[in-house]
Structures are given as C-alpha cells and as structure tokens.
T-cell receptor
Framework: QKEVEQDPGPLSVPEGAIVSLNCTYSNSAFQYFMWYRQYSRKGPELLMYTYSSGNKEDGRFTAQVDKSSKYISLFIRDSQPSDSATYLC??????????FGAGTTVTVRA | DTAVSQTPKYLVTQMGNDKSIKCEQN?????MYWYKQDSKKFLKIMFSYNNKELIINETVPNRFSPKSPDKAHLNLHINSLELGDSAVYFC??????????????FGDGTRLSIL
C-alpha cells in the first residue's frame, strides 16, 4: 500500500463546475499538506499549503484537511479551461521529505 | 526571472553513456532537491542538500551522484545510463533547515530519454 493514495482520474467537468479532488494517507505523523498544479511539460506549482487540520481558502481554491480520517481535499469553484492540469497532493511529517500522491488529471471543458 | 532553472530541458542519449543535469535557484533558498517523475506522473524524491550537505539520500543506484558546489546549485550526474532511467527529473528548492517545512518550488524538469 502506498503512503499517499490519490485517484489518477482522469476527471472531466464542464466549465463553471466545482472540481473536487482528494487524497488519503496512512502515516499519522503527516502534519503539513500541500496541493500542487502541474501543467503539461511544466514543473509542479504550489497552490495551497496547510498545517494540521482545518480549511484554507484562496480565491477559487479551498483546501480541507481531516487528520482524524487521514483525508485531504481540494475544491476548485467556477472551474475554467485554464484549470485543466494534473493536481498533486503532497504531505510531510516533521521534516521536508515530501510524499506525493500519483496526481489527478483534470480537464475543464469549455 | 526563472526561480528554479534546469539545463538541459531535453536529453536524448544512448544506453551506457554518462550525462549531467544542472540546476540553479535564485530564490536564496538553503535546501535543494532532485526528484524523479515516472511515466505515471509519480514524483519520488532522490536526494536533498541543505547548505551543500547531503541530508536525504533515498534508495537510488550509486550510478546517480549529486553534487552541490554552493547552496544555489545542485547538479546530478548519471553514469552508465540504463533504459529504466528514462523519466523527467525535477529540481526543487525550499527555505530553511530540516524542520522548517517551507514549501518546495520546482523547476520545469529535464526530460531524459535513453535509446
């Protein structure tokens, strides 16, 4: 079993829909949680960075962390074709060694 | 200005050759990383340096040797390239020491293809 599980999709939604992404993990020591966006032939770009449980909102993006369930989510409201990318969850415990999910490929249809 | 830059962007070479990939960051970060991303997009850490000191060395064949001449540069040399080395290699950097947990910033990758 992988340390971080993420459904690779692909996920296809119409423009304006809410995109819902999630990851589960097994290591209870994880306390730093990140979401990265990766466009084709580009490097991962940090979208959201949260510590411990709770919600964080930034524009159209909302990240949620539920440490009791070992489950994190990313919601994208009013999705745009420019949101089409692969979304990677990542997490770490006390050090900066990140464990990544496999990434979910999202397509927003115009 | 590109924050984390890697060269070359593409590298096509034959099995058995030796090649190097270079990485530079202009963010003033203390820590740099090498990751390998396979065909299924799975990112896995290979090495990390903090202020030129090796701090993460995952289970990687010893054909891979990182070198950090200063804290702004981290290079990766690969000897005797094998077909399985074909992947995208990403360099990343972050600020602070081992327990700082600052987010990592990535370059755009080097696409290595072994013929």
């Amino acid at each position: 079993q992988k340390e971080v599980e993420q459904d690779p999709g692909p996920l296809s939604v119409p423009e304006g829909a809410i995109v819902s992404l999630n990851c589960t993990y097994s290591n209870s020591a994880f306390q730093y949680f990140m979401w990265y966006r990766q466009y084709s032939r580009k490097g991962p770009e940090l979208l959201m960075y949260t510590y411990s449980s709770g919600n964080k909102e930034d524009g159209r993006f909302t990240a949620q962390v539920d440490k009791s369930s070992k489950y994190i989510s990313l919601f994208i409201r009013d999705s745009q074709p420019s949101d089409s990318a692969t979304y990677l969850c990542a997490m770490s415990a006390w050090s900066y060694k990140l464990s990544f999910g496999a990434g979910t490929t999202v397509t927003v249809r115009a | 200005d590109t924050a984390v830059s890697q060269t070359p962007k593409y590298l096509v070479t034959q099995m058995g050759n030796d090649k190097s990939i270079k990485c530079e960051q202009n963010l003033g970060h203390d820590t740099m990383y090498w990751y390998k991303q396979d065909s299924k997009k799975f990112l896995k850490i290979m090495f990390s340096y903090n202020n030129k000191e090796l701090i993460i060395n995952e289970t990687v064949p010893n054909r891979f040797s990182p070198k950090s001449p200063d804290k702004a540069h981290l290079n990766l040399h690969i000897n005797s390239l094998e077909l399985g080395d074909s992947a995208v290699y990403f360099c990343a950097s972050s600020q602070g020491g081992q327990s700082s947990n600052q987010p990592q910033h990535f370059g755009d990758g080097t696409r290595l293809s072994i013929l």
